[in-house]
């Protein structure tokens, strides 16, 4: 049994895409930017120098800065706290009875 037209149609169209570079994929995000990310898409996809400027402002804005390594420990080690003579044992006290 032989896949059906519908299919390699797809199958056709997805290699094609490919061949130019392209790729399908789908993103989750507000109902209301719906247009504006499929405007985003059409002009990167169009590959000029403006969708270039367009990829490395949209890179340089949402590109995540690498944490500090340490960071825990060089918080802690800066807290207000350090070198104060805290006594943080608790006595011991027997739970309480309780009728069930």
């Given at each position: 049994m032989g896949t059906t037209s519908q299919a390699r149609?797809?199958?056709?169209?997805?290699k094609r895409l490919s061949r130019r570079g392209m790729a399908r994929f789908e993103?989750?995000?507000l109902?209301?930017?719906?247009?504006?990310?499929r405007a985003f898409a059409r002009r990167l996809a169009e590959d000029t120098p403006e969708a270039e400027q367009m990829r490395a402002a949209i890179r340089q804005k949402v590109a995540e800065e690498p944490?500090?390594?340490?960071?825990?420990?060089?918080w802690l080690r800066n807290s207000p706290l350090v070198g104060a003579d805290l006594n943080l044992t608790?006595?011991?006290?027997p739970g309480r009875k309780i009728d069930l």
């Open positions: 149609a797809l199958e056709n169209y997805r993103v989750l995000g109902d209301s930017d719906r247009e504006l990310v944490r500090p390594k340490g960071g825990i420990w060089t608790r006595p011991f006290t």
